[in-house]
Antibody, heavy 118, light 106 residues
Framework: EGQLVETGGGLIQPGGSLRLSCAAS????????MTWVRQAPGKGLEWVSG???????KYADSVRGRFTISRDTSKNTVYLQMNSLRGEDTALYFC????????????WGHGATVTVSS | DIQMTQSPSTLSASVGDRVTITCRAS?????LAWYQQKPGTAPNLLIY???ILQSGVPSRFSGSGSGTEFTLTISSLQPEDFATYYC?????????FGQGTKVEIK
């Protein structure tokens, strides 16, 4: 069964940058739709960004122009580069994949915490 | 974006109860999933395409609906089912989630 492990979270000042990594095992990330979903403290789930097997990318309005999703096939890893971070970006960021029904998120990582604060 | 609205926001129930959660979309959708999330853990996919049970999920969970109104039903609530449930549409290129329904012990 596939697994996802996120790393790279931490405390960052407003306006700063951070890169999250998501290492996959048990499946090939470039073959499936990979996404990042975040959850602010005590709040619900928010889709952030998606990367299709074709290489096409999509972003939520709240992060478009500031975040970039990418992958390294040699490392079987997906990344989320986050620039110009704001307080409202503070959240637990989950790396998620759709290995079954496209768009239904069947494999979730444990999450990486990002805290944006001065 | 397609807005997803769940009701109720909180539900108090007892073990053995039949529980129903509703999810309404702001426009017609065809692709809907349901997730369960327990505190401190990642969500877990329960149902996709509105009514198909994910492998390994107990059969007491079921999903139904079409168009703009969908339901998640737990036929007989078990102690491990107390959690927060989210619906998610993936008909659009921009997936959206409902705000969640917390199922609490009565």
């Amino acid at each position: 069964e596939g697994q996802l492990v996120e790393t790279g979270g931490g405390l960052i000042q407003p306006g700063g940058s951070l890169r999250l990594s998501c290492a996959a095992s048990g499946f090939i990330v470039s073959s499936y739709y990979m996404t990042w979903v975040r959850q602010a403290p005590g709040k619900g789930l928010e889709w952030v960004s998606g990367l299709y097997s074709s290489g096409d990318t999509k972003y939520a309005d709240s992060v478009r122009g500031r975040f970039t999703i990418s992958r390294d096939t040699s490392k079987n890893t997906v990344y989320l580069q986050m620039n110009s971070l704001r307080g409202e970006d503070t959240a637990l960021y989950f790396c998620v994949s759709s290995t079954g029904d496209p768009g239904a998120f069947d494999i979730w990582g444990h999450g990486a915490t990002v805290t944006v604060s001065s | 974006d397609i807005q997803m609205t769940q009701s109720p926001s909180t539900l108090s129930a007892s073990v053995g109860d039949r529980v129903t959660i509703t999810c309404r979309a702001s426009q017609t959708i065809t692709m809907l999933a349901w997730y369960q999330q327990k505190p401190g853990t990642a969500p877990n996919l329960l149902i996709y395409t509105a009514s198909i049970l994910q492998s390994g999920v107990p059969s007491r969970f079921s999903g139904s609906g079409s168009g703009t109104e969908f339901t998640l039903t737990i036929s007989s609530l078990q102690p491990e089912d107390f959690a927060t449930y989210y619906c998610q549409q993936y008909s659009s290129l921009f997936p959206t989630f409902g705000q969640g329904t917390k199922v609490e012990i009565k």
